[in-house]
């Protein structure tokens, strides 16, 4: 006589997380690797972190987009993509909690290009402050 | 006493390009490396005959005595069949010599190419790309003399897989396999008119030997992918209805709807985007001509890894000169990923007196989930 087993909470969700992601990569987006919407952070050190949301299209000639889309959200200045190395630059001007306008440029390098949940990891410089930054896919 | 010898008859060092199966499911090139062929002897210790890919396994003494069990992939039961073999021409324990490309990276798997019984010296198995061809004849017309896509009243039969893979016709062939997979990477260029991105993704999927291709998890190929796969294809016309549906036998086996009733083409950007797009068609003469927009980003719109954006439009033209022949010519413009429309196509042979068979993608990446216990 078979007796079944009830599956232990922390094992469902595992194979829940694990299925999910199954799913989620094979629904990546195949176009510019650019395109969508990331999410992540950037800071001077690990505990100090500033969430970011960026979105980006890609329109033919430029990539276009904004910086934490919202009423505090800035529009991308610049966008340039080396797809030599698949290093990306990214620029915008923001406003800080003063209202001051600030400057922010980040390098980074996009990695895991054929994942639906690619990344991009760099330097983040925003006004005269610098740190690192991760973005992945959403 | 059994006597197992593995025989690695030829390492080839010269990189041999050969034609992936047509019968193999697509990804032969990320799992396979035609470069490294070998001839297995061994004793049959497990057949698995299930569609879409047959295999047996084999128990291989190696030159140090040390017994290991290989699994031999040899193509696809219901392809099989119709050449005539049967679950029962290979059984347990028969001692059998097997030609075969080695599966990449350290599994001991094998695409088999030829299987010769031991015992008899008969070949079993030999890996063709052909199906037969049926006697030319004028292709079959409706009462209204316009021309059929599909069998001839009280006939059957459906389309193969396309000839050959999709790059801009300029007049100069482009050395690629079934799967679009490039023999020389120098000649992306020729490929199409990339932007600079499009040229860098393509070159990207390439190298990694099409391992990313959204098809091997399934995925629904749309635009002149559908074309392509394995296991061929069908037009069934609802002239009543104003449309025809293409109904896939590979793929994710899915349909595609052609609307044929003069309805406009929808906006581009007001159109729902998904896998097969919004297709429009009307006949030019004894030519189908469609248009289409509305694709969404998730899946290669072609096999070899074409990137393509939202932005892609595709004018295809479909004309069947005779019985057996189906000309497709597609011209792609998608501003956002080639630099200028572009136009590439192929021809499709007729498979004469027989029916779409059952496949479906599923069965081939459903071991990747019983390997992780789902």
């Known amino acids: 006589m078979r007796i ?17 992601l199954s799913v989620a990569s094979g629904l990546a987006q195949q176009g510019h690797p650019l395109t969508g919407t990331w999410s992540g952070d ?6 100090q972190r500033n969430q970011v949301t960026l979105v980006m299209n890609w329109d033919g000639k430029n990539v276009t987009g904004l910086i934490n889309p919202g009423p505090d959200s800035a529009p991308l200045t610049s966008v340039f993509l080396d797809v030599t190395n698949w290093t990306v630059r990214i620029e915008a001007d923001a406003k800080d909690k003063a209202g001051k306008a600030v400057h922010i440029a980040a390098e980074g390098k996009l990695e895991d290009l054929a994942s639906y949940h690619r990344t991009i990891r760099g330097t983040w410089h925003q006004g005269s402050a610098n740190g690192d930054f991760r973005l992945t896919r959403d | 006493m ?9 390492l080839l060092t010269a990189p041999a390009f050969l034609t ?4 193999a499911q697509n990804g032969f090139s990320a799992n396979y490396d035609n470069a490294r062929q070998v001839t297995l ?3 049959v210790t497990k057949i698995d005959w299930i569609n879409p890919h047959a295999y047996f396994y084999v128990d291989v003494r190696d030159a140090a005595g040390t017994v290991a069990n290989w699994g031999v992939e040899f193509g696809n039961p219901l392809d099989l069949e119709e050449e005539g073999w049967k679950p029962t021409t290979l059984h347990i324990g028969d001692a059998v010599n097997v030609d075969g490309v080695l599966a990449r990276g350290e599994s001991r798997r094998i695409f088999a190419k030829s299987i010769v019984l031991a015992r008899t010296g008969a070949k079993l198995f030999t890996a063709t790309n052909q199906k037969r061809a049926a006697p030319s004849e004028p292709a079959p017309r409706w009462p209204d003399g316009q021309i059929r896509l599909g069998p001839a009243p009280g006939k059957k039969g459906y389309w193969g897989a396309a000839s050959r893979g999709l790059a801009e016709d300029t007049g100069k062939p482009i050395a690629m396999n079934d799967e679009g997979l490039l023999k020389n990477l120098a000649d992306a260029d020729r490929v199409a008119p990339f932007q600079p991105w499009a040229k860098a993704v393509y070159e990207y999927r390439q190298r990694r030997l099409l391992r990313d291709d959204p098809l091997l998890r399934c995925l629904p190929p749309g635009g002149p992918r559908m074309f392509q796969t394995p296991h061929g294809f069908q037009f069934i016309e609802q002239r009543d209805l104003g449309r025809i549906l293409v109904l896939m036998g590979g793929g994710d ?3 595609r709807m052609i609307y044929t ?7 581009a950007d007001e159109v729902v985007r998904t896998y097969y797009g919004n297709s429009v068609g009307h006949w030019e003469k004894d030519t189908l001509v469609v ?4 694709y969404n980003e998730k899946f290669w719109f072609t096999n070899g890894g074409l990137p393509h954006t939202e932005a892609l439009h595709l004018t295809e033209r479909f004309s069947r000169p005779d019985l057996n022949t189906l000309k497709y010519e597609v011209t792609v413009d998608d501003p956002r990923t080639y630099t200028r429309p572009w136009t590439g196509g192929w021809t499709v042979q007729w498979v004469p007196n027989e029916e779409i068979q059952e496949y479906f993608c599923e069965e081939s990446i459903e071991p990747k989930y019983q390997q992780r216990g789902e």
């Open chain 2, 2 to 10: 059994r006597i197992y010898i593995l025989t690695v008859c030829s």
């Open chain 1, 42 to 47: 950037w800071g001077p050190s690990a505990t």
């Open chain 1, 4 to 20: 079944k087993v009830p599956m232990p909470r922390r094992t469902f969700h595992f194979l829940c997380v694990l299925a999910f």
């Open chain 2, 291 to 294: 248009d289409s927009i509305g």
């Open chain 2, 41 to 43: 002897k061994g004793v």
């Open chain 2, 261 to 267: 009733d003069g309805r406009p083409q929808g906006q």
């Open chain 2, 253 to 255: 086996r899915n349909w």
């Open chain 2, 20 to 23: 992936a199966p047509a019968f």
